[in-house]
C-alpha cells in the first residue's frame, strides 16, 4: 500500500546560493521520509532531475527503499564502510543508452546500479552521489526492503545453449 502523502525523493536544480560552492550535490534529509536531492546546473540537467523522479516514485512511496534518519544531520557524516549494500551511478555512453531514456535501474536484492548517459552527468557529479550514496545504502540509512524474495533456485541452471540447434527454428 503506498503512502504518498508522507514519502517523497525528490531531485530538482538548485537555485543560486542553495548548494556549497564548488560541490555538485546538496542533499536536505527532512523527516518523515522526504528528502530533496539538489543537483548543479552546471553538471546535470533538468531532464535527468526529471528521470530520477519517476525513477525512484515508485521505489519510495512503496517501501522498496526505506528511510532510517531524520534531519539530525546523520546523512552528512562521512561513510562508516559497512556495505551493507551497494547503490551506484555509472555513467555510460549514450548510444548504450535505451532510445529517449537518460537513466536505466539495475536492482536486485543488496545492490542498485543506476545507469546515466554521461552527457547529463559530470564525473564530480557522479563522484559526489556516489560517496553519498555509499553512505545511504552502505551504511544502513536505507534500507533495501525485498518482502518478496525470489526463491533460490532448487538445482543448478543448464548450460547455456552455445550451438544453433540442428534442426533451424522457423521449421521446428
Given at each position: 500500500?503506498s503512502?504518498t502523502?508522507r514519502?517523497?525523493?525528490?531531485?530538482?536544480?538548485a537555485?543560486?546560493?542553495e548548494i556549497p560552492k564548488g560541490r555538485a550535490?546538496?542533499?536536505?534529509d527532512?523527516?518523515?521520509?522526504q528528502?530533496e536531492?539538489?543537483?548543479?546546473p552546471?553538471h546535470?540537467?533538468q531532464?535527468?532531475c526529471?528521470e530520477?523522479?519517476r525513477a525512484?516514485?515508485h521505489?519510495v512511496?512503496h517501501?522498496l527503499?526505506?528511510?532510517?534518519?531524520t534531519d539530525d544531520?546523520?546523512l552528512?557524516?562521512?561513510a562508516?564502510?559497512?556495505?551493507?549494500?551497494?547503490?551506484r551511478?555509472?555513467t555510460v555512453?549514450?548510444?548504450?543508452?535505451p532510445?529517449?531514456?537518460?537513466?536505466v535501474?539495475v536492482?536486485?536484492?543488496?545492490?542498485c546500479?543506476?545507469?546515466v548517459?554521461?552527457?547529463?552527468?559530470?564525473r564530480?557529479?557522479?563522484?559526489?552521489?556516489?560517496?553519498?550514496?555509499l553512505?545511504l545504502?552502505?551504511?544502513g540509512?536505507?534500507?533495501?526492503?525485498?518482502?518478496r524474495?525470489?526463491?533460490f533456485?532448487?538445482?543448478?541452471?543448464?548450460?547455456?545453449?552455445?550451438?544453433?540447434p540442428?534442426i533451424?527454428?522457423?521449421?521446428?
Amino acid at each position: 500500500m503506498s503512502d504518498t502523502s508522507r514519502k517523497q525523493a525528490l531531485y530538482r536544480l538548485a537555485e543560486p546560493g542553495e548548494i556549497p560552492k564548488g560541490r555538485a550535490i546538496h542533499v536536505k534529509d527532512r523527516p518523515g521520509g522526504q528528502i530533496e536531492f539538489l543537483l548543479s546546473p552546471d553538471h546535470t540537467e533538468q531532464p535527468l532531475c526529471n528521470e530520477f523522479d519517476r525513477a525512484t516514485k515508485h521505489s519510495v512511496v512503496h517501501g522498496l527503499w526505506r528511510q532510517r534518519w531524520t534531519d539530525d544531520g546523520r546523512l552528512m557524516r562521512p561513510a562508516q564502510g559497512l556495505r551493507l549494500a551497494v547503490l551506484r551511478w555509472e555513467t555510460v555512453p549514450p548510444d548504450m543508452m535505451p532510445t529517449g531514456r537518460l537513466l536505466v535501474t539495475v536492482e536486485d536484492e543488496g545492490w542498485c546500479v543506476h545507469l546515466v548517459d554521461e552527457r547529463y552527468c559530470t564525473r564530480q557529479l557522479q563522484g559526489e552521489i556516489n560517496d553519498l550514496l555509499l553512505r545511504l545504502a552502505g551504511d544502513g540509512l536505507w534500507v533495501q526492503a525485498w518482502l518478496r524474495r525470489r526463491p533460490f533456485p532448487s538445482a543448478a541452471a543448464p548450460d547455456p545453449l552455445l550451438a544453433p540447434p540442428v534442426i533451424p527454428m522457423a521449421l521446428a
